[in-house]
């Protein structure tokens, strides 16, 4: 493992391997960072672009005072937010990310990759028919009565699928989940041996 | 810690916040949600909790289908790189302990994964559009606007003999490139929509597909009926999905391809449904304050503008203020 350090020097000396390998392991983490201001698939893929053909031009001349991992997110929501700035007309919610709030959207960010391989460890644990209305519901985007209809259930078992999905997803991912994911694990080793 | 209301009443506001979500929520219950968001902040930090992890669940979605190597690939082009470094193909996991747990977990991810995972094997190819509308040319030149989470396939090889499309969501529009010796049709389940010369539109709405023609003509058939509905220009028919039946109707909504071209007509059109076609225009929340303003009525055109220019223009007209938070719109009395 090379430290922060080392990886900049590297790509300093245009070190590719170090460089791609950089890119492979912060991709997704920044462009859903980037995604979840822009809304938009290119501008995220670009904005992750953006920060790291800087990274590639300019390693050695960058002031890094934190870890190379928040200096990336850091990077990615300016590059973001400047994305909305030039694009004014096209996205109206720009408004929402004033200067006062951007420490709370760095922090934020820091964490959402965990937060969503959280959720989706959340999501295997429910109950399997629960776990297919909530994908139909949220990655199909079928409206409640279309999944009633197309699973033979009535709109009220979908509400409540839905409804149950939330609240244990909620809870897993939330300040009790360590807890909680615990607790499912014991249960779930005693169903499965 | 306690266990507070965790039966009864969560679970009632819970499924208000996810017909809200869905749009679906009765006036009164919306009030009802309102309601009890103020009562508390608890009960305000809970509403917020599951709007985020809903915004979350969507973004998860596109996480997942993130491709870190074809993606590096375009960062080489733009930097004259050469993408033939050996960086293992291994995607960034954060290491989970217990590792029995994820084998156990696998066999669950296969049940969810066949929900949404699409065979990309063969020659298949997807068109997905996600927060936006996409257009497209196919490759035998006629033009299809993708509606926003919408999403459609077809066979590459194939799609030279036979012009097949196959609808897996969402909402299109085509213009379809004339060629009498290569019908061009689009299929959802057993329902095959075959042009005859013609620009149309195809919505999979609930339990039903909506077509309505452009120009020309268009020709609706179910697999294994021998009967045929010859739609006409400026007709409209929907497919009963369950039911098997197809039934011409009177065509509603003069706005149905507003979304490929931005161009909205309202002619004493109540607020509602304004609001309603504004969303699915612009795909932007819009929410109706104050109920009086449930009955006022607004007549104009619109071409190629933006949401907020829209609403500006409606807002001045019915006298309403506009208020935008958090990327929703609210319309709401100017008194």
Same mark, same amino acid.
Do not use: A, D, H
């Given at each position: 493992m090379l430290t922060d350090n080392e990886i900049l020097q590297a790509i300093s000396s245009k070190n590719q391997a170090v460089f791609d390998k950089l890119y492979i392991n912060y991709y997704k983490k920044l462009y859903i960072i980037s995604f979840k201001y822009t809304r938009n698939q290119e501008l995220a893929e670009e904005a992750v672009h953006d920060v790291f053909i800087k990274i590639w031009n300019h390693s050695g001349n960058l002031n890094i005072t934190q870890s190379l991992s928040s200096y990336l997110s850091k990077a990615v929501i300016n590059t973001s937010l400047n994305v909305l700035k030039s694009q004014k007309g096209l996205f109206e919610n720009q408004g929402r990310y004033e200067r006062e709030m951007i420490n709370e959207i760095e922090e934020e960010a820091e964490t959402l990759e965990e937060r969503l391989i959280n959720i989706e460890r959340a999501i295997q644990l429910l109950p399997p028919q629960c776990q297919k209305v909530l994908l139909m519901s949220k990655y199909e985007k079928r409206k409640q009565q279309e999944i009633a209809d197309q699973l033979n259930i009535s709109i009220k078992t979908v509400k409540n699928h839905l409804t149950y999905a939330y609240k244990k997803i909620k809870e897993i991912v939330g300040n009790r989940g360590i807890l909680l994911l615990i607790l499912i694990f014991i249960q779930f080793l005693n169903r499965t041996f | 810690m306690s266990n507070l209301n965790f039966n009864g009443q969560e679970s009632y506001f819970l499924e208000l916040i996810t017909e809200e979500m869905e749009g679906v929520i009765s006036a009164e219950n919306s009030i009802r949600l309102k309601e009890w968001r103020l009562k508390s902040p608890d009960n305000e930090t809970y509403y917020l909790d599951v709007i985020k992890l809903n915004e979350e669940l969507g973004l998860l979605e596109q996480y997942k289908n993130l491709k870190p190597n074809e993606s590096l690939e375009g960062l080489h082009k733009k930097l004259n790189l050469a993408s033939n470094s050996t960086v293992g193909n291994k995607p960034k996991v954060i290491n989970f302990s217990v590792q029995g747990w994820l084998r156990i977990a696998a066999s669950l991810i296969l049940v969810s994964a066949t929900v949404f995972y699409f065979m990309s094997s063969n020659d298949k190819v997807l068109l997905k559009a996600g927060s936006v509308q996409n257009t497209y040319e196919l490759p035998d030149g006629s033009k299809l606007v993708l509606n926003a989470n919408s999403e459609l396939s077809y066979s590459k090889g194939d799609f030279q003999k036979i012009r097949e499309l196959e609808l897996i969501k969402g909402e299109c529009f085509i213009d379809v490139f004339h060629n009498p010796e290569k019908p061009f049709s689009i299929h959802y389940k057993d329902l095959e929509v075959t042009d005859i010369g013609t620009s149309f539109n195809v919505k999979l709405a609930q339990s039903q597909i909506d077509v309505v023609v452009n120009t020309g003509q268009v020709k609706l058939h179910i697999a294994g009926k021998a009967s045929e509905t010859i739609l006409n220009a400026g007709e409209a028919a929907y497919y009963h999905i369950s039911k098997k039946y197809i039934k011409k109707v009177k065509l509603q909504d003069s706005n149905y391809k507003a979304y490929t071209d931005h161009v909205i007509n309202f002619n004493a059109t109540a607020l509602p449904e304004v609001v309603r076609t504004l969303e699915s225009v612009y795909h932007r929340k819009i929410i109706i304050?104050?109920? $009086?303003? $449930?009955s006022r009525k607004f007549t104009g055109e619109f071409k190629k503008q933006n949401i907020k220019d829209v609403l500006k223009v409606i807002a001045e007209t019915l006298q309403i203020n506009i208020v935008s938070k958090n990327g929703v719109f609210y319309l709401v009395s100017a008194k």
């Open positions: - | 304050q104050s109920p $009086n303003l $449930n």
